[in-house]
């Protein structure tokens, strides 16, 4: 069993609606869970990171971790084109230890 | 945060060459890593890299081939040494904070012919 497992998409929504991207994963000794955006041709970028369980909300986005489930989602308010991308979670139980990612979801948002 | 820089952006490499990558971040971090990333696949970490000292190698990666260096708390180096077109990849710096954030470089993409 991987430690993460990842929706793998490919995801096709029209633009406005909400988005709902999850992860699921094995160990409960992860605390620290992060969704990165990552254009084509372009390094990942950290949008949202959260340590507890519950939601973090950053304008149109939101993190949801529920530890007891070991499962974690971001959601996507009212969807624009520019959100278009492959969104990966990735999980760290802290310490010096490393990140570890999911395979990634590629979102496509239509006009 | 942290904003990262690397250089080169990219490059096309002759078989049996090697290649040094440099990673500038913006503002001290605890930790430095390398990550290989291929075409529509998630990230792969190659080695954290320590200041000062040799850097820990993920299973599946040696010294030999991917020497790393971490001179001081902004900077560090990979170098990809005797290429082969199974090294072409994008090879991604990255950073960690001490308020626990990692961010990411924006890669050098890497051809070897």
């Known amino acids: 069993q991987k430690e993460v497992e990842q929706d793998p998409g490919p995801l096709s929504v029209p633009e406005g609606a909400i988005v709902s991207l999850n992860c699921t994963y094995s160990n409960s000794a992860f605390q620290y869970f992060m969704w990165y955006r990552q254009y084509s041709r372009k390094g990942p970028e950290l949008l949202m990171y959260t340590y507890s369980s519950g939601n973090k909300e950053d304008g149109r986005f939101t993190a949801q971790v529920d530890k007891s489930s070991k499962y974690i989602s971001l959601f996507i308010r009212d969807s624009q084109p520019s959100d278009s991308a492959t969104y990966l979670c990735?999980?760290?139980?802290?310490?010096?230890?490393?990140?570890?990612f999911g395979t990634g979801t590629q979102l496509k948002v239509e006009l | 945060s942290a904003v990262i820089s690397q250089k080169p952006s990219r490059d096309i490499c002759q078989r049996g060459t090697s290649l040094t990558i440099q990673c500038q971040v913006d503002?001290?971090?605890?930790?430095m890593f390398w990550y290989r990333q291929q075409p529509g696949q998630s990230l792969t970490l190659i080695a954290t890299?320590?200041?000062?000292?040799?850097?820990?190698?993920e299973s599946g990666f040696v010294i030999d081939k991917f020497p790393i260096s971490r001179p001081n708390l902004t900077f560090s180096t990979l170098t990809v040494s005797n290429m082969s077109p199974e090294d072409s990849s994008i090879y991604l710096c990255s950073a960690r904070t001490s308020y626990n954030e990692q961010f990411f470089g924006p890669g050098t993409r890497l051809t070897v012919l």
């Open positions: 503002s001290q971090v605890t930790m």
């Open positions: 990735a999980i760290w139980p802290g310490g010096g230890n490393k990140l570890t």
């Open positions: 890299a320590n200041q000062g000292s040799e850097a820990t190698y």
